[in-house]
Structures are given as structure tokens and as C-alpha cells.
């Protein structure tokens, strides 16, 4: 199997056994998101992403390929781990759109907590995931940035509000990634896209 496939706890376990370093790990989701969401022509593209940080993401990688090497006690599960982010949480270092063009420029001055506590644990964030605006609907159809499909059928959604978040994982565009869900927005996308989906609780 291609490293971009492996799930959450394969990738970390062979991290640690020294398989492959974070580096090489993240290298190959960012060119798998360049191959099929950024570069796939119409039709086929499928638009999981907002924002792509490569150089960000390359340079946490290589923070976590040290910190795996010189200190691996202090390493935790998701240490060089390939995230992506629902384009709902703040970023310092990337726009946060909510999928809205009143937003299409916001750059947040701070980080969300749930975004500084994932880059402490040594994750590494490759991008912003497409959603529905303002995460109002159940489709991913109501993103300014368009409609995001469905990994196994380009023709049908991948459910929503979290569906760039589901995209990306069915399609190994990123190892996990963040939603959020009030009345479904995890637990729905999972399901269309043939994931697993976990909504903890308050």
C-alpha cells in the first residue's frame, strides 16, 4: 500500500519504526491533493480543498521528523501526522474562509485553540477543507468555492457541512482531518463517504 493510504495509527507506528520519515509522508499527500483536487481536470477534480499550505506543512513535518529522531518519548500519536482543517477554524498561518466569500481574505491573527493544541502534538496541517458556507447545509453544495464530490462517484455529493473534510480522507488526500457537528456534520459525510467519523461529546 502507498504510504498516503495508511490509516491514522499505520502511519504513526511507522513513523516510529523509522519506515519512512514525516517529511516523505506528507510529501506524497500534498502531491496525491496536486494530482486529484488541484490539477484534475473538470469533472474529475475533486475540490476538498480551499487552501493547500505546502511549505508550511513540508517545515512542520521536518519539526517532527527531529523531534521523532531526538527525543521519541516526547513524540506523540499524531507527531508528523498529515491533517487537514475544516476551513472553520482559525489559522494564523492560512486564510479561514468558512467557504464564504465575505471571507475569501480573512487571515485570523490567532490560532484556534483546537488548531494550537494539534500543531503542539506535532501534527502536521496541510491545508483548509472545503464545506458548506458558514457550515449551513447538509451537501457541500453551498460553498463559494463550489460543490466538492464524492471520491467514489464524482456525480453525487459527499454530504455536508463537513463534506471537504470527508472528501479528503476517502480520497487519502490527508491521513485525518477536523469537522465539527451540531446535527450531523461529521456523522453524515462519514457515512456518504464510507469513513469513520467521530463526534465527541462537549
Given at each position: 500500500?502507498?504510504?498516503?493510504g495508511?490509516?491514522?495509527?499505520?502511519?504513526?507506528?511507522q513513523?516510529?519504526?523509522?519506515?519512512?520519515?514525516?517529511?516523505?509522508?506528507?510529501?506524497?499527500?500534498?502531491?496525491r491533493?496536486?494530482?486529484?483536487?488541484?490539477?484534475?481536470?473538470?469533472?474529475?477534480?475533486?475540490?476538498?480543498?480551499?487552501?493547500?499550505?505546502?511549505?508550511?506543512?513540508?517545515?512542520?513535518?521536518?519539526n517532527?521528523?527531529?523531534?521523532?529522531?531526538?527525543?521519541?518519548?516526547?513524540?506523540?500519536?499524531?507527531?508528523?501526522?498529515?491533517?487537514?482543517?475544516?476551513?472553520?477554524?482559525?489559522?494564523?498561518?492560512?486564510?479561514?474562509?468558512?467557504s464564504?466569500?465575505?471571507?475569501?481574505?480573512?487571515?485570523?491573527?490567532?490560532?484556534?485553540?483546537?488548531?494550537?493544541?494539534?500543531?503542539e502534538?506535532?501534527?502536521?496541517?496541510?491545508?483548509?477543507?472545503?464545506?458548506?458556507?458558514?457550515?449551513?447545509?447538509s451537501?457541500?453544495?453551498?460553498?463559494?468555492?463550489?460543490?466538492?464530490?464524492?471520491?467514489?462517484?464524482?456525480?453525487?455529493?459527499?454530504?455536508?457541512?463537513?463534506?471537504?473534510?470527508?472528501?479528503?480522507?476517502?480520497?487519502?488526500?490527508?491521513?485525518?482531518?477536523?469537522?465539527t457537528?451540531?446535527?450531523?456534520?461529521?456523522?453524515?459525510?462519514?457515512?456518504?463517504?464510507?469513513?469513520?467519523?467521530?463526534?465527541?461529546?462537549?
Amino acid at each position: 500500500m502507498e504510504i498516503f493510504g495508511l490509516t491514522l495509527d499505520e502511519a504513526a507506528q511507522q513513523l516510529r519504526q523509522g519506515n519512512f520519515s514525516a517529511v516523505e509522508l506528507t510529501q506524497a499527500v500534498l502531491d496525491r491533493i496536486q494530482r486529484l483536487d488541484k490539477d484534475a481536470p473538470d469533472g474529475q477534480r475533486l475540490n476538498a480543498y480551499v487552501t493547500v499550505d505546502e511549505k508550511g506543512a513540508l517545515k512542520a513535518a521536518a519539526n517532527a521528523d527531529k523531534r521523532l529522531k531526538s527525543d521519541p518519548g516526547a513524540a506523540t500519536p499524531l507527531t508528523g501526522i498529515p491533517l487537514a482543517h475544516k476551513d472553520l477554524f482559525c489559522t494564523s498561518t492560512m486564510p479561514t474562509t468558512c467557504s464564504s466569500k465575505m471571507l475569501a481574505n480573512f487571515q485570523p491573527p490567532y490560532d484556534a485553540t483546537v488548531t494550537r493544541r494539534l500543531m503542539e502534538a506535532g501534527a502536521v496541517i496541510v491545508g483548509k477543507t472545503n464545506m458548506d458556507e458558514f457550515a449551513m447545509g447538509s451537501s457541500n453544495e453551498t460553498s463559494h468555492f463550489g460543490t466538492v464530490s464524492n471520491p467514489w462517484d464524482k456525480s453525487r455529493i459527499p454530504g455536508g457541512s463537513s463534506g471537504g473534510s470527508a472528501a479528503a480522507v476517502a480520497a487519502s488526500l490527508c491521513t485525518a482531518s477536523m469537522g465539527t457537528d451540531t446535527g450531523g456534520s461529521i456523522r453524515q459525510p462519514a457515512a456518504l463517504t464510507g469513513i469513520t467519523g467521530l463526534k465527541p461529546t462537549y
